[in-house]
């Protein structure tokens, strides 16, 4: 066997391989490379022996060791559905005021409702609770029936003209249409949007007219001053705040042909503990009362 050639520069045997006049150098691997590569070898074939490591057709080899982290997620989820169930209880047996002054519940509670609007409410809300046309914002301070906790759990338990609830929150505005005239329809309209400041290009005259015909018409709902009537439902129209528009045409549209909106009944469908859970956080977003 023939011996490998030496490089004349370093002294060192060559491997033979030789590319374009450069020749590889045969160095042998440090000891301490080769301690450790060997170490990692010996540490392979242990964790097989000690833990799961072979797929087999329906299973895996358990290894020596039974390890399973399945079974330790298992457990894991196990003991933190049993601290949930402890929360669940106590806002199950405990009022929406206690729960709001208990700092551990609210929390908790806040949390899961949270994630029960995700599921249940953006459809209409939307993700940030901030609504759209037609469906109010959460976040602010204008609540057609009260932002207190205990008039929002009785919103979202029994819904708004849920025909099949016989506690749903219930407000019909008549449709003019059918009881004013064309011309008393633009009036109105025009003084109801002054109201907020949104009359446009509607003359004094005409709003002067419109106010006499909402005092004849309007006032026993949304009161005198147009600032409406929680007992009944009736919107404050002196905000900025409107679910079919604030022009005067959106709300001579609405006048004439009011549009009702309809909100679920969560109680039946969702449990009394998840409503309550849906309240605080609705409560929490920063408009509740």
């Not at 449709?175 to 509607?202: H, P, R, Y």
């Not at 079919?244 to 969702?270: C, D, E, F, N």
Request: charged share 20%.
């Amino acid at each position: 066997m023939s011996e490998k050639p030496i490089d004349e520069f370093s002294g060192v045997s060559t491997t033979g391989h030789e590319w374009d006049g450069i020749k590889e150098l045969d160095n042998p691997m440090p000891r301490w490379w080769l301690i450790v590569y060997y170490a990692t070898i010996v540490w392979a074939v242990g964790y097989m022996i000690a833990y799961p490591a072979w797929p087999l057709i329906r299973t895996a080899t358990t290894g020596l060791l039974g390890y399973s982290s399945r079974a330790d997620v298992k457990t894991e989820l196990a003991a933190a559905k049993a601290t949930k169930a402890d929360y669940i209880a106590a806002i199950g047996s405990k009022s929406v005021t206690e729960i709001l002054a208990d700092e551990k519940l609210r929390t908790f509670a806040a949390a899961a409702g949270a994630a029960a609007f995700k599921v249940n409410c953006v459809q209409c809300h939307g993700s940030g609770a901030q609504g759209s046309p037609g469906y109010p914002n959460l976040n602010d301070d204008e609540w057609l029936w009260g932002g207190k906790p205990q008039q929002i759990q009785q919103t979202i338990a029994h819904g708004v003209r849920y025909a099949e609830d016989p506690n749903t929150r219930v407000s019909e505005m008549p449709a003019f249409g059918s009881i004013l005239k064309s011309d008393e329809i633009t009036q109105v309209s025009s003084f109801v949007a002054s109201l907020s400041g949104k009359a446009g290009n509607a003359s004094a005259q005409e709003i002067a007219a419109g106010k006499q015909v909402f005092a004849q018409n309007c006032a026993a709902c949304h009161g005198d001053d147009g600032k409406g009537n929680r007992e009944m439902g009736a919107p404050n129209l002196t905000d900025a705040i409107w679910l079919y528009g604030s022009t005067p045409a959106a709300i001579a549209a609405q006048v004439k042909s009011p549009r009702h909106g309809v909100m679920p009944a969560w109680g039946v469908r969702l449990g009394d503990t998840t409503v309550k859970e849906l309240t605080v956080y609705v409560h929490s977003l920063g408009g509740g009362e």
